[in-house]
């Protein structure tokens, strides 16, 4: 991914037209004419051989006849010309275009992108609209009106539907900090696009349209960056798009593309919305107000039915009513009419005046526990419409601690009655809808940004001794598959490897024959009243499609009829299939379990997923599933679980109590690490996982492998998310003789940082944080402890036993992924000892390993030991120009410091 040359594109000082025309409605016509009218103030410079001046304007022959380089370049010419264009471009110092020209083949598109190269010359499209820069009145494009001046970025790879939405948009009176049009995107894509906006300080949220995704790691870690920085909101095309790639199992054929790319918006933090107009109104909410905490909405209305609509919607959405406390309930008691609702939705009656409005805020707000407030309104002839927004308005504002109050939505109906209203919350910057359906989706826009932003933040526990034992014990069992050119596990070898993973199995036996299957089963009745069989075949994937099951048998005589009769079957169903005998298990009696399925499969856009659902044989007709990218914490696996309708049933109900959801989450959990570790496993099910309030156990597995890849260790380099990076895991003796554990930082290190802070001196919190403050949010700390593998790292020094923070060094990648900005903090009263040195060698060293090409900080000038340590290491220290109480230090990488074997010159 990379943002350079960016700012050439969308904050040029000068644009040439390369195409530039006088033909009536022709492309190269409409663009001069767009990028001439629309107030940009910079140099403009046409090209056409064919013309000494356009539109009153000289027009040069060539692009080595322009006076300079032009920072942007638009071009419109036929395909065969753009290569050498781009490469003329480049050459003159031009290192930016717009590629308006479609019909490419992949040859000019690579030849085109060849001559770009050398440069880095960025270039936006082939087939594109073009784009729009309204607060430098650029309107390099050939289909758009002139978009209004906001703070809404919009990118779409669809032309056709910018130039709808920016017309309606114009109509709203929306306006947009940059308008672009993707088309191909050949070189610049969506996510270098996330990455520039992320930084963007004109730009408050990020709109996306999108059909295809064309790096996903990428779009990954650009898509988690901006979202930490801004709402990011998407609407993607083709959701019904039936997939192309065939399957050996259950897993596959359920879960749709669509599925996963719902999964990877809601991991990387988007709100994903449906309706085009959507993609505004969610936009207008989330900048609008702060984010809910939960849920749980109070709904004010004076209008029962309007109230009961809104109920209706907020049920359906997964919402919950906030519960009215006793002190609320009689404070309004004492305001409201005494035929009111005393309960949510507070119905304050039809007759409401404004007045009744302003009363019952000012006896909600001072106890108010619900999440967010939606209050309404229908016109009535009894009472202005206009005046109760009024009333409203002027309650949030006078209340005690209005930045304390939970966000407020509005709905007032009707059209005439409620302009006026609708008006003034506008112009107080309080979200107002039209109806009570459009209310209910604006509260679920923040409450569904919250989960985005807490799945954003999460990352998977670290590996354990006990996982290298079992992913060595795994690739054994694969090994063994492999070498015998199988890509299918056997059932046993299957639930061999979940066993490996600390997934619990039933105790599975082979048997060759049919009375080899008696005597095995003679034996489990002793300890069990009923046996299972099934066939064992490495071609027959679904066993029960050819009577290769049969459960609850009470003899070891009905065991062996049985394999005798499915052995017989299978030969007349599927007489290819090679037959290597029976599996014979102990059957798990346990009434009134639930039978889910767990499974993984491989998009092709976002790699290796995760899937939770109903099992059992009407798997496919329930179609009860869900899907989410590893890697896996227990919350994320919750949340999966909870995306199913039955994780309501696994919650309990009447005589049933509810299913150990713990030990569910583990089983997701654990299959995930498997995932990380196993690259070879390309599909998996375990069907049924058996669930109640005793545990799980899996009663049958499939899965499937690329014997290719069985030797290769993870983590798992399709995966879209970088996972816990546990390979650099380390201890470290400091010139004591004490031993420090060094390893990346992770999620659950907050609670670290109290102790941690005490103990830092005023003076070096100062140096760190660059203030004086001590006390820092659960937010503020959230922000270091949670970080995105792809692009950052922290290392954290511990103690011997791992229960006290000593020190943190951290490095920040840019979008480029060549330079990285560094940080250090010991704890005061341990410098000194060497642990500081310890940790940068430690973050040297793997800024190394990622290839990064030079690490540089900024200093206090005034900070003495860690400069001094900063010359030890190779670093070059420098006075910043702009500010003399900062000294900017930079080290080229590689450093060598590994091989030089340096000594420390400083305890830091």
Same mark, same amino acid.
């Given at each position: 991914m990379t943002v350079r040359n960016l700012e050439h594109a969308l904050a040029p000082r000068s644009v040439a037209v390369i195409g530039a025309s006088t033909e009536a409605h022709s492309v190269g016509a409409v663009l001069t004419e767009n990028i001439l009218k629309g107030g940009f103030a910079g140099e403009v410079y046409l090209v056409n051989p064919h013309h000494t001046t356009i539109a009153g304007q000289s027009c040069y022959p060539d692009i080595a006849a322009l006076p300079e380089a032009p920072e942007l370049a638009v071009i419109a010419t036929p395909p065969p010309t753009v290569p050498s264009l781009i490469g003329a471009l480049g050459a003159k110092g031009t290192r930016a275009a717009v590629v308006i020209t479609a019909g490419f083949s992949a040859e000019l598109r690579q030849a085109m992108l060849d001559q770009a190269r050398p440069y880095l010359l960025r270039i936006i499209g082939p087939n594109c609209l073009g784009l729009s820069v309204p607060g430098l009145g650029l309107h390099a494009?050939?289909?758009?009106?002139?978009?209004?001046?906001?703070?809404?970025?919009?990118?779409?790879?669809?032309?056709?539907?910018?130039?709808?939405?920016?017309?309606?948009?114009?109509?709203?009176?929306?306006?947009?900090?940059?308008?672009?049009?993707?088309?191909?995107?050949?070189?610049?894509?969506?996510?270098?696009?996330?990455d520039f906006l992320a930084a963007d300080v004109s730009t408050n949220a990020i709109l996306l349209y999108l059909e295809t995704i064309p790096s996903a790691r990428k779009f990954m870690s650009a898509a988690r960056s901006a979202a930490r920085a801004k709402p990011v909101v998407v609407i993607k095309s083709g959701r019904y798009q039936e997939s192309a790639r065939a399957a050996a199992t259950h897993t596959g054929a359920l879960a749709g593309n669509d599925a996963a790319v719902g999964a990877a918006f809601r991991r990387a933090g988007l709100v994903r919305v449906e309706e085009?107009?959507?993609?505004?109104?969610?936009?207008?909410?989330?900048?609008?107000? +702060?984010? $809910?905490?939960?849920?749980?909405?109070?709904?004010?209305?004076?209008?029962?039915?309007?109230?009961?609509?809104? $109920?209706?919607?907020?049920?359906?959405?997964?919402?919950?009513l906030a519960p009215l406390s006793e002190s609320v309930i009689a404070q309004l008691d004492k305001v409201l009419p005494a035929n009111w609702s005393r309960a949510n939705p507070i119905d304050i009656i039809g007759d409401a005046a404004p007045e009744r409005y302003a009363a019952a805020l000012d006896a909600v707000f001072p106890d108010c526990k619900a999440d967010a407030i939606l209050v309404m309104n229908c016109p009535t002839a009894l009472a202005s419409s206009s005046d109760a927004a009024q009333a $409203?308005?002027?309650?949030?504002?006078?209340?005690?601690?209005?930045?304390?109050?939970?966000?407020?939505?509005?709905?007032? &109906?009707?059209?005439?009655?409620?302009?006026?209203?609708?008006?003034?919350?506008?112009?107080?910057?309080?979200?107002?809808?039209?109806?009570?359906?459009?209310?209910?989706?604006?509260?679920? /826009?923040? %409450?569904?940004?919250?989960?985005?932003?807490?799945?954003?933040?999460?990352?998977?526990?670290?590996?354990?001794?006990?996982?290298?034992?079992?992913?060595?014990?795994?690739?054994?069992?694969?090994?063994?598959?492999?070498?015998?050119?199988?890509?299918l596990l056997t059932e046993p070898e299957a639930m061999a490897v979940l066993s490996a993973y600390g997934i619990p199995t039933v105790a599975t036996r082979v048997a060759a024959s049919p009375q080899e299957v008696e005597d095995i089963a003679l034996g489990l009745l002793q300890q069990s009243p009923f046996?299972?069989?099934?066939?064992?075949?490495?071609?027959?994937?679904?066993?029960?499609?050819?009577?290769?099951?049969?459960?609850?048998?009470?003899?070891?005589?009905?065991?062996?009829?049985?394999?005798?009769?499915?052995?017989?079957?299978?030969?007349?169903?599927?007489?290819?299939?090679?037959?290597?005998?029976?599996?014979?298990?102990?059957?798990?009696?346990?009434?009134?379990?639930?039978?889910?399925?767990?499974?993984? /499969?491989?998009?092709?856009?976002?790699?290796?997923?995760?899937?939770?659902?109903a099992g059992g044989t009407a798997t496919e007709i329930i179609h009860d599933t869900a899907v989410a990218l590893p890697p896996l914490d227990t919350e994320l696996a919750r949340d999966l679980m909870g995306r199913t309708r039955i994780f309501k049933l696994l919650e309990g109900y009447r005589d049933r109590a509810p299913a150990?959801?713990?030990?569910?989450?583990?089983?997701?959990?654990?299959?995930?690490?498997?995932? $990380?570790?196993?690259?070879?496993?390309?599909?998996?099910?375990?069907?049924?996982?058996?669930?109640? =309030?005793?545990?799980?156990?899996?009663?049958?597995?499939?899965?499937?492998?690329?014997?290719?890849?069985?030797?290769?260790?993870?983590?798992?380099?399709?995966?879209?998310?970088?996972? /816990?990076?546990?390979? %650099?895991?380390?201890?470290?003796?400091?010139?004591?003789?004490?031993?420090?554990?060094?390893?990346?930082?992770?999620?659950?290190?907050?609670?670290?940082?109290?102790?941690?802070? =005490?103990?830092?001196?005023?003076?070096?919190?100062?140096?760190?944080?660059?203030?004086?403050?001590?006390?820092?949010?659960? +937010?503020?700390?959230?922000?270091?402890?949670?970080?995105?593998?792809?692009?950052?790292?922290?290392?954290?020094?511990?103690?011997?036993?791992?229960?006290?923070?000593?020190?943190?060094?951290?490095?920040?990648?840019?979008?480029?992924?060549?330079?990285?900005?560094?940080?250090?903090?010991?704890?005061?009263?341990?410098?000194?000892?060497?642990?500081?040195?310890?940790?940068?060698?430690?973050?040297?060293? /793997?800024?190394?390993? =990622? +290839?990064?090409?030079?690490?540089?900080?900024?200093?206090?000038?005034?900070?003495?030991?860690?400069?001094?340590?900063?010359?030890? &290491?190779?670093?070059?220290?420098?006075?910043?120009?702009?500010?003399?109480?900062?000294?900017?230090?930079?080290?080229?990488?590689?450093?060598?410091?590994?091989?030089?074997?340096?000594?420390?010159?400083?305890?830091?």
């Open positions: 494009n050939f289909g758009l009106s002139r978009p209004h001046s906001g703070k809404l970025a919009f990118l779409s790879q669809s032309g056709a539907l910018v130039t709808g939405i920016v017309d309606w948009a114009a109509a709203q009176g929306i306006g947009f900090s940059y308008v672009i049009s993707m088309g191909d995107m050949a070189d610049v894509d969506v996510g270098d696009l996330l085009l107009e959507e993609l505004f109104a969610a936009a207008e909410t989330l900048t609008s107000v +702060k984010p $809910v905490a939960g849920n749980e909405l109070l709904i004010m209305t004076n209008g029962g039915g309007a109230g009961v609509l809104a $109920v209706d919607d907020l049920m359906q959405s997964g919402g919950r $409203v308005i002027d309650a949030i504002a006078r209340a005690p601690q209005p930045e304390s109050l939970p966000p407020i939505l509005t709905n007032w &109906l009707g059209e005439e009655a409620a302009a006026g209203a609708r008006r003034k919350f506008q112009e107080a910057s309080i979200p107002t809808y039209e109806s009570p359906t459009d209310a209910i989706k604006g509260f679920f /826009y923040l %409450w569904q940004h919250t989960k985005a932003q807490d799945a954003l933040m999460r990352t998977p526990p670290r590996e354990t001794e006990r996982t290298r034992v079992a992913d060595e014990a795994a690739r054994s069992i694969m090994r063994t598959a492999a070498t015998a050119g199988r890509t046996v299972a069989v099934k066939i064992l075949s490495e071609d027959i994937s679904h066993k029960s499609d050819v009577g290769g099951v049969h459960l609850g048998l009470r003899t070891a005589q009905d065991a062996r009829h049985a394999a005798e009769r499915m052995q017989q079957r299978a030969q007349e169903l599927r007489p290819e299939a090679r037959l290597q005998g029976f599996t014979v298990q102990p059957m798990v009696v346990r009434p009134k379990a639930h039978e889910l399925l767990l499974g993984v /499969y491989e998009d092709r856009l976002f790699g290796p997923m995760i899937l939770f659902g150990d959801l713990a030990a569910i989450a583990e089983a997701l959990t654990h299959l995930s690490q498997l995932v $990380v570790n196993c690259p070879a496993v390309k599909e998996l099910d375990i069907n049924p996982l058996l669930a109640d =309030e005793t545990g799980v156990i899996a009663l049958d597995a499939r899965i499937r492998i690329e014997p290719r890849e069985v030797e290769m260790e993870g983590p798992n380099p399709l995966l879209a998310i970088r996972p /816990y990076p546990n390979q %650099w895991e380390t201890w470290a003796s400091l010139d004591n003789d004490y031993r420090i554990f060094i390893r990346p930082i992770r999620p659950a290190d907050e609670h670290l940082y109290g102790a941690f802070i =005490e103990k830092l001196s005023p003076e070096d919190i100062r140096f760190r944080f660059l203030t004086p403050r001590k006390e820092f949010s659960h +937010k503020f700390i959230a922000r270091f402890t949670q970080i995105d593998y792809a692009r950052a790292m922290a290392f954290v020094a511990l103690d011997k036993e791992q229960k006290e923070l000593l020190g943190v060094a951290r490095l920040s990648a840019d979008p480029d992924y060549i330079k990285g900005e560094y940080a250090i903090i010991v704890r005061s009263d341990l410098k000194g000892t060497g642990i500081g040195w310890a940790l940068m060698r430690h973050l040297t060293h /793997y800024a190394e390993k =990622e +290839k990064l090409r030079e690490l540089v900080g900024d200093v206090l000038a005034n900070n003495q030991r860690m400069l001094e340590m900063c010359r030890a &290491l190779g670093f070059e220290v420098s006075a910043d120009p702009e500010d003399l109480s900062i000294c900017k230090v930079r080290l080229k990488l590689p450093a060598g410091l590994q091989a030089a074997g340096l000594e420390a010159e400083v305890a830091y």
